[in-house]
């Protein structure tokens, strides 16, 4: 996997040189390959959909449209997998190859637990989605509170992971450098204080420029 920031990074450098049709169909598409194994980090794609949503390439709700669309497709391409071949899916040589036992161990604990709630979980552990997903499926959650809870966590992670994006703008190298390396809930953490530092910054210029 040591390859995965000189993947994103040869992405990125593509998107901004593409028409806005077709930066959205890369998204999309990087979006939904990366549950499957490709090092595309979903966090900053969507931080990189936010970023071009603020140069101009599309406005910020078709920017979370596009979010919303590809890492659902994604989700749901990886919980159709589990679906379909049961726990056995685990032994598949990609999956043994892709997923550490591990991880697999920690995903299928979180399951049991919590059952529809992992997957809803899922959402804001960017180290263990796929993990999650193809074992919500495998494991046997109905495809109907699969995608309940997994919506309603991408209701919260993907305009939130967006907008930051969005928000920072030109600044958005110094994010999508820490997004490489944090890891876990801290994920949201790091974007909800971004947001909230980007939401107050612009507040006060506003109250500056109104009372001149």
Do not use: N
Request: net charge positive; charged share 15%.
């Amino acid at each position: 996997m040591g390859s995965g920031p000189a993947l994103v990074d040869a992405v990125l450098a593509r998107l901004h040189d593409l028409p806005p049709e077709a930066a959205a169909a890369v998204l999309v598409g990087t979006l939904m390959v990366g549950k499957v194994g490709v090092p595309l980090p979903e966090d900053v794609l969507l931080l990189s959909t936010g970023y071009l949503a603020s140069t101009g390439a599309f406005d910020l709700p078709a920017a979370i449209a596009l979010g919303f669309f590809g890492a659902l497709a994604g989700d749901a391409l990886v919980f159709a997998v589990g679906r379909r071949f049961g726990e056995a899916v685990f032994e598949l040589a990609p999956v043994r190859r892709l997923l550490p036992r591990s991880t697999v161990a920690a995903a299928q604990r979180r399951v049991r637990a919590h059952g529809g709630l992992a997957c809803f979980g899922a959402r804001f552990v960017p180290g263990m989605r796929g993990a999650l997903f193809l074992s919500a499926g495998a494991m046997g959650i109905p495809p109907r509170t699969w995608i309940t809870w997994d919506l309603l966590g991408a209701c919260l992670t993907v305009p939130l992971t967006v907008g930051v994006g969005w928000a920072l703008g030109d600044r958005i190298d110094q994010v999508l450098g820490a997004a490489r390396h944090v890891q876990g809930g801290v994920v949201v953490g790091v974007l909800v204080l971004v947001v909230g530092y980007v939401a107050w910054k612009r507040g006060r210029g506003g109250r500056q420029e109104a009372g001149s």
